[in-house]
């Protein structure tokens, strides 16, 4: 899953950066409107985090036009204090949820991750494919139960999967959502984490479609 997040104080942008980076996201950051507005616009992302004082372009202006656009991620707009104006006025630019600052970084993400369940038509945080489980939450996953321990790469290829059990999905959507912009990115690399992940997880977990991608099927 790949985030962007547009904020213009380094030290919170930072903080954010690195907190969601840990949770397992690839994460790109603007640091202004302008940025924020272009990345969001020419990048695929899962979801977006979008500061609303911002220089350059101010975020709610930034929000409309990637809605006018066509543009449907999530989006999760950050407000200034107790300010209610700026939490409707978010909500109706097309916002999918708004935090008051300060937060604490880990709420953040755990509406983060509801977003994009949401997103995905998922209602819970644990998703399955016949015996594999994977929990969103705690990261975790488990084969019949026991645990299985994935890299970080893997991990984010199998819980995009998840996300979209059943739909056939091609080398360069999945490129797209496990690495960030500053990744030096090579397809072949995608082959070596299935072929690793079907090693750890049963080889039939992911089927391939020659020529069009790869799909999770619900073996049991
Ligand atoms: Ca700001």
């Given amino acids: 899953m790949r985030i962007l997040v547009v904020e213009d104080e380094p030290n919170l942008l ?19 409107g302008e ?19 911002l220089p350059e372009i101010d975020g709610l202006t930034v929000l409309d036009r990637w809605r ?4 449907a991620m999530p989006v999760l707009v950050l ?33 983060l991750r509801a977003l994009i369940r949401r997103a995905a038509g998922k209602a819970t945080s644990e998703l399955v494919a ?9 990261g975790r996953v488990s084969l019949n139960g026991e645990p299985v ?13 998840m996300h979209h059990k059943g739909k056939v999905i091609s080398r360069t959507e999945l490129i797209e959502h496990i690495y960030d912009q500053d990744f030096d990115r090579d397809s072949n690399t995608i082959e070596v984490f299935i072929t690793r992940i079907r090693k750890k997880l049963g080889s ?17």
């Fill in 149 to 161: 321990k994935l890299t970080a790469q893997e991990f984010k290829l199998l819980s995009y999967l």
């Fill in 68 to 71: 006018k656009d066509g543009r």
């Fill in 14 to 32: 930072r903080q954010l950066k690195s907190g969601l980076e840990a949770a397992g996201y690839a994460v790109d950051t603007a640091a202004d």
């Fill in 130 to 138: 016949g015996a594999v489980r994977l929990d969103t939450r705690s």
């Fill in 79 to 111: 407000t200034a204090r107790d300010s209610w104006s700026d939490k409707v006025a978010g909500l109706d630019a097309g916002a999918d949820d708004y935090l008051a600052k300060p937060f604490q970084t880990e709420e953040l993400i755990a509406r």
């Fill in 204 to 220: 039939d977990l992911i089927s391939t479609t020659r020529g069009l991608g790869y799909s999770l099927t619900d073996v049991d």
């Fill in 35 to 53: 940025d924020g507005l272009y990345l969001g616009s020419t990048e695929t992302y899962d979801a977006v985090i979008l500061d609303l004082g």
